[in-house]
Structure formats: structure tokens, C-alpha cells
């Protein structure tokens, strides 16, 4: 391994950024960044756990709906998040143009416990062919 020089690191990303905007994609694209540290184990040591706090808002505009119980679409309304209780998605039917519409209205989903077993049978087979992202599970019985 050798050590490379943050000037060489930028110039790349530069490259890559420039690149992609030279070529128009019908996606997101990604950048993966991966560091080896020297004389390292992560599986024996852990000193390198947390977060990182970006420097400014990846999606400042992110939509966010809670599919819950009458407690978590409560909860979410309080704090002015969007909201589905089990009675709006069965109201869906498993229409598969109303489950497209939803997947992309919003950014991402957040689901309770008790509800997110029950998504792909309230919405059936189109959910992931709609491109509805995974909500992922709220188990606190708040959510702020």
C-alpha cells in the first residue's frame, strides 16, 4: 500500500464529478471511497465507530411518510411529517399505479413495527416493481 496525497485524491473526484456531467444518466450515480489503514483489525479493534456530520444538507427538501399505528401517525403529524395509517394503504388496494404514485412522491419511508410486516400484503406484488424504497423500522414509541 502506498499513502496517497490529498491533492491527488481531489483531483480525482474532480474527474469523476466532471465526467458525470458530461454524461447524462437516467440514475443516480454513486462514488465509493474505500481506506485501508496499516497494522489495523476491525474486527478486534473498534475505536473507529460514530458519525460524521456533513457540512451541509444532502436533501434539504426530503420527503419523508410514515406508515404507522394511530400512535406513530400521531406522533408524525405533530412534527409535520406526511402520514399513512393501515387503513389508507388498504385503501391503495394494491392498485399498482396508486402504489407507483406513492413510491414517488416521497424520498423515503419510515414504517412501525406493527405495520411494516403488513406493507407487502396491503400493497402487494407492484411494490417493488414501483420502485418503493424500504421503509425502514421505527421501534421507539416515539419517533422524535
Same mark, same amino acid.
Given at each position: 500500500? /502506498?499513502?496517497?496525497?490529498?491533492? +491527488?485524491?481531489?483531483?480525482?473526484? @474532480?474527474?469523476?464529478?466532471?465526467?458525470?456531467?458530461?454524461?447524462?444518466?437516467?440514475?443516480?450515480?454513486?462514488? *465509493?471511497?474505500?481506506?485501508?489503514?496499516?497494522?489495523?483489525?476491525?474486527?478486534?479493534?473498534?475505536?473507529? /465507530?460514530?458519525?460524521?456530520?456533513? =457540512? $451541509? %444538507?444532502?436533501? =434539504?427538501?426530503?420527503? %419523508?411518510?410514515? !406508515? &404507522?399505528?394511530?400512535? $406513530?401517525?400521531?406522533? #408524525?403529524?405533530?412534527? &409535520? !411529517?406526511? /402520514?399513512?395509517?393501515? *387503513? +389508507?394503504?388498504?385503501?391503495?388496494?394494491?392498485?399498482?399505479?396508486?402504489?407507483?404514485? !406513492?413510491?414517488?412522491?416521497? $424520498?423515503?419511508?419510515?414504517?412501525? *413495527?406493527?405495520? %411494516?410486516?403488513?406493507? =407487502?400484503?396491503?400493497?402487494?406484488?407492484?411494490?417493488?416493481? #414501483? &420502485?418503493?424504497?424500504? =421503509?425502514?423500522?421505527?421501534? @421507539?414509541?416515539?419517533? @422524535?
Amino acid at each position: 500500500m /502506498s499513502k496517497l496525497q490529498s491533492d +491527488a485524491v481531489r483531483e480525482a473526484i @474532480s474527474g469523476i464529478m466532471t465526467d458525470s456531467k458530461d454524461k447524462n444518466r437516467k440514475f443516480v450515480e454513486t462514488i *465509493e471511497l474505500q481506506i485501508g489503514l496499516k497494522n489495523y483489525d476491525p474486527q478486534k479493534d473498534k475505536r473507529f /465507530s460514530g458519525s460524521v456530520k456533513l =457540512p $451541509h %444538507i444532502p436533501r =434539504p427538501k426530503m420527503k %419523508i411518510c410514515m !406508515l &404507522g399505528d394511530a400512535q $406513530h401517525v400521531e406522533e #408524525a403529524e405533530k412534527i &409535520g !411529517l406526511e /402520514s399513512m395509517d393501515v *387503513e +389508507a394503504l388498504k385503501k391503495l388496494n394494491k392498485n399498482k399505479k396508486l402504489v407507483k404514485k !406513492l413510491a414517488k412522491k416521497y $424520498h423515503a419511508f419510515l414504517a412501525s *413495527e406493527a405495520v %411494516i410486516k403488513q406493507i =407487502p400484503r396491503l400493497l402487494g406484488p407492484g411494490l417493488n416493481k #414501483a &420502485g418503493m424504497k424500504v =421503509p425502514n423500522t421505527c421501534l @421507539s414509541p416515539r419517533i @422524535s
